[in-house]
């Protein structure tokens, strides 16, 4: 890697890389040590293609969701399977992933900002803004970014753009895989609300089991299936659709979200 070589977004990779090994080896007993990750499908990682894949997930807290991801991806392109046991994976990790991110969120504070250098794709939500709902369109330069992040690598999305469950999917995402025709990979999280504080900086509660389940590709028809039956197959492969609201207890939904406007902050 040449010293000064840059990403399609003008970032250094040398620094790139050097915050997520420091940020891996900061992150990593928070998942292997307070709290244990438990890990399914991680060989489907291992034989993804390097660019043009979109990962979509539930979404628990802000950082704590993306930095496992970022453990699991790179553990498992090192050969670990299910695990991200021994942090060694971390030194040499795979510089083309990115996240998708608010951008008020990505930049409230110098902490949000340097982990934002490590791979946010920031967009301005259509919905909502310092707390208040709002309605604007669509900003096309956004749009335009997630589409260089796929041409170039992985990007990873929370398609609800909340951490409250099962909230809608918003269509956004649906029209960036009919568009740029990803490989769509799911993935469900699970444990993370309970571990951490609603930022996910801060451990709340520790000897939690954290569950990390990697769905095969998504099959989606590009040409024929219509936004809302795109939306229809993401809520019921990260598991929030509102059926999946049977098998949960309302007064458990309840409390989940109470909680949640209790820690509320920026996003």
Not at 1 to 21: E, Q
Not at 31 to 45: A, K, P, V
Not at 94 to 113: D, F, P, S, W
């Amino acid at each position: 890697m040449g010293l000064f070589k840059k990403n399609p977004f003008g970032h250094y990779l040398i620094l790139k890389k050097w915050l997520i090994r420091v940020f891996g080896v900061l992150t990593h007993r928070r998942y292997r040590g307070f709290n244990e990750l438990q890990i399914e499908g991680s060989e489907i990682i291992k034989n993804l293609p390097a660019t043009n894949v979109l990962f979509v997930s539930n979404h628990q807290t802000y950082f704590a969701d993306v930095t496992a991801m970022f453990h699991v991806f790179n553990a498992s392109l090192s050969g670990r399977v299910d695990s991200i046991k021994n942090i060694g994976y971390i030194w040499q990790p795979k510089m083309n992933i990115y996240y998708v991110a608010a951008k008020e969120t990505m930049k409230a504070g110098l902490l949000a900002r340097i982990m934002a250098y490590a791979g946010a794709v920031t967009v301005e939500r259509t919905w909502r803004e310092k707390g208040k709902s709002i309605k604007r369109e669509v900003n096309p330069n956004d749009t335009e970014n997630i589409g260089k992040a796929l041409d170039d690598g992985w990007v990873i999305t929370f398609p609800q753009g909340t951490t409250k469950p099962f909230k809608p999917i918003r269509k956004g995402t649906a029209h960036i895989i009919k568009n740029h025709k990803p490989l769509v990979i799911p993935i469900v999280i699970d444990g993370f609300r309970r571990s951490f504080d609603k930022k996910g900086l801060r451990i709340k509660k520790r000897g939690i089991l954290q569950s990390f389940q990697i769905k095969p590709p998504l099959e989606i028809d590009y040409e024929n299936d219509s936004i809302e039956e795109i939306v229809e197959k993401l809520e019921f492969a990260i598991e929030q659709h509102p059926s999946f609201l049977k098998v949960i207890p309302t007064e458990e939904i309840k409390a989940m979200e109470e909680l949640n406007e209790q820690r509320r902050w920026g996003y």
